[in-house]
């Protein structure tokens, strides 16, 4: 059965009973013409839109995975600020003729993503439109000070979480050979299917929030989103493209594929992992913090300085030797 | 000069110079991964999207006045709760080829909107897509308690602002013959392209908040709204058809084109009214707040009151005559 079937309303119903209850944070969920919230201390809020064929192909993905998709990269956003996300609305767009089981299987990805990042799914809009969009709003609360991006300081330390370019490895195999081969590659799918926002990991680092300067998450390629932070701060981020970690998942795809794993690590996108300018006598500690906590890996790639001639950018170098910059993703 | 071909860094810098600088309550607006929000007191969260060929026509209305109404219909869902607006992101999808003059001059509705009714666009996202979409999330702060759906009583009087049907009139005009010939059909028109939220009302009314026991914004159509208050507060919400105010210019219209103004008015939508269930003993002080405050007409178009059989509903009175219910706005 397709949307065009049936009632908006009791389709409604049905999409919020597949949700979980309201967190306690939310005192009125789906139904009325807004939700209401309980007071907010530091509120951030911002959006993020996954597009059909722009973002994700359906015969890529399971409707489950992109609503826990469509949900995670805007929490990814609370994590970039030190925030733990509370509520979420989801504007929707859907063809006419989409199948009301795709609908709920969506929903369901949305509550997977709602379960584990303890936030509730507030309230949305439902509309006809030839492409599916899904568009997400999120507010969360901050814990310690904002993690924002003018914030890094000259000679700050650059740590990223997890490994960058697994994302684009899984996204290449999508494109040019549908299916992973290996575990390898099944690995890489799986992180550019399922990202995992780094909500845990910001939280553990801060326990030492006075060494935490910025923050960005990398979902547009770590040069493009370092540049942010450089551009921001008016600092020159060095980088050296030896240390950034590439793990064994995106080197023996790339191997496969005869690609290049630095330049999915340098530009690819998606991979939704943070990169945090620290106090230098803190990194070291801040890693352990949270590898501890959440056993994800966190590598210094570089360090903050002032800039020469005022030129505030990404420097990045491999073997000493400078290296030209990646294009980062265009949104247009 | 299209959006291909501009950087989007640089589009996102010259849009936020169009706004108008952040309210006091927004620390930190658009440039990061987040916007931070001053401590909220009772916040209520909400969105609603525009969509190409379903919502509007770019040959119907301007992108200033597009701009206007995608914030509109979200500080409507702000008003229908009795709360204030503080900040709004917009989700933009937009085709390549779109002129980048077309996209600030959407900006500049935006501003228009925003100054109005004192919020900040706090933040966004843009992607290209094959068709127009707006996606506004938007939260506010109620000044009171929430005028929820649920919260109507047997023998509440029900009110409505302004003169439904406006809107369905003008949008009957750009559909049948695209430029409204009179007076009468461009004040339909206008109403239809840049509705008013009813803020400004609702907060002059909330002087008698014990005495407002539910609302909603009737931007689906009046009784199809009306129901959801029926539903929710389960009982019948009994009208009088011969209550609901006709504008002269609804009227005109509406004998222009060979229309009925009472179907508009019922089932028309897209008005962004209020519907109140108020105390009876308190309905006229309250239409006179609104009336005094803002010059908005408010009338009294029925009451409500504990159904027969349990069975919640909108009744429709005509003459004395029961008449048969409208189809209201489907979204699919």
Redesign the interface.
């Given at each position: 059965m397709s949307?065009?079937n049936?009632n908006?309303f009791n389709l409604i119903e049905r999409w919020a009973e597949i949700l979980p209850a309201p967190r306690p944070k939310v005192?009125?969920g789906i139904?009325?013409?807004?939700?209401?919230?309980a007071?907010?201390?530091?509120?951030?809020?911002?959006?993020?839109?996954l597009?059909e064929n722009?973002?994700f192909r359906t015969d890529w993905m399971t409707p489950r995975q992109l609503g826990w998709k469509s949900l995670a990269v805007n929490i990814s956003?609370?994590a970039?600020?030190g925030?733990l996300p509370v509520?979420v609305?989801?504007?929707l767009?859907?063809p006419?003729h989409t199948a009301t089981d795709w609908v709920e299987e969506l929903y369901r990805g949305f509550a997977d993503a709602a379960e584990r990042f303890n936030c509730t799914v507030?309230?949305?809009?439902?509309?006809?439109?030839?492409?599916i969009?899904i568009?997400v709003?999120?507010?969360?609360e901050?814990t310690a000070h904002?993690l924002?991006?003018?914030g890094a300081r000259d000679g700050d330390a650059i740590l990223v979480t997890g490994y960058p370019g697994e994302s684009a490895a899984g996204l290449t195999i999508l494109q040019t050979q549908s299916k992973p081969q290996t575990a390898f590659e099944k690995h890489c799918v799986e992180k550019h299917l399922l990202p995992q926002p780094r909500i845990f990991e910001i939280q553990a680092a801060l326990k030492m929030h006075d060494a935490i300067h910025a923050?960005?998450?990398i979902s547009d390629g770590l040069v493009g989103d370092a540049a942010h932070i450089a551009n921001?701060s008016q600092l020159e981020l060095v980088i050296d493209a030896e240390s950034i970690p590439l793990s064994v998942n995106c080197e023996q795809t790339a191997i496969a594929l005869g690609a290049d794993p630095l330049q999915w690590a340098l530009a690819g996108g998606e991979d939704y992992e943070l990169l945090l300018c620290v106090d230098p006598s803190a990194a070291g500690k801040i890693a352990d913090l949270i590898q501890t906590a959440t056993h994800t890996p966190v590598h210094q790639i570089g360090y903050c300085r002032k800039p020469a001639l005022n030129a505030a950018k990404v420097l990045l170098y491999n073997n000493n030797q400078e290296m030209p910059l990646p294009e980062s993703w265009?949104?247009?």
């Open positions: 949307l065009s049936r908006e005192l009125l139904g009325d013409d807004a939700a209401c919230l007071d907010l201390k530091a509120p951030v809020f911002s959006c993020d839109a597009i722009v973002h956003d609370m970039a600020m925030a509520a609305t989801v504007s767009a859907l006419p507030a309230g949305g809009d439902t509309a006809k439109a030839g492409e969009m568009n709003a999120i507010i969360g901050l904002a924002r991006r003018d923050a960005i998450d921001q265009r949104h247009f």
